[in-house]
């Protein structure tokens, strides 16, 4: 069985900062790409940030230059480090990962964690 779980959310001012953790664990045969998407109230879930096997990134327009993505490879995390937060980046953030299903990966399945709450106060 596997597991996605998602931390360091919190409370945070205005230009503030905070950093994210994912950790996947269970029956791991690999891992093709791990990502962060967030949901804000009233709103859809949105992609925030991606990276895949080789570590190539990929960010939404709103969060390039403050937000940070990268990945532990030897424990199976990934991180989203948060500057310069504002109000509008007030959300629940989750975590994405797509398993291989084999090891050469040619197909694979996405997990969702629970997700974990950053509220930016203005």
């Known amino acids: 069985q596997v597991q996605v779980v998602e931390s360091g959310g919190g409370l945070v001012q205005d230009g503030g900062s905070l950093r994210l953790s994912c950790v996947v664990s269970?029956?791991?045969?690999?891992?093709?790409?791990m990502a962060w998407y967030r949901q804000a109230p009233g709103k859809q879930r949105e992609l925030v940030a991606g990276?895949?096997?080789?570590?190539?990134?990929n960010y939404v327009d709103f969060v390039k230059g403050r937000f940070t993505i990268s990945r532990d490879y030897a424990n199976n995390m990934v991180y989203l480090e948060m500057n310069s937060l504002k109000s509008d980046d007030t959300a629940v953030y989750y975590c994405?990962?797509?398993?291989?299903?084999?090891?050469?990966?040619?197909?694979?399945?996405?997990?969702w964690g629970k997700g974990t709450l950053v509220t930016v106060s203005s």
């Open positions: 994405k990962v797509d398993l291989c299903d084999t090891a050469s990966c040619g197909s694979f399945r996405s997990y």
């Open positions: 269970g029956n791991i045969v690999g891992i093709h790409a």
């Open positions: 990276i895949n096997s080789v570590g190539s990134t």
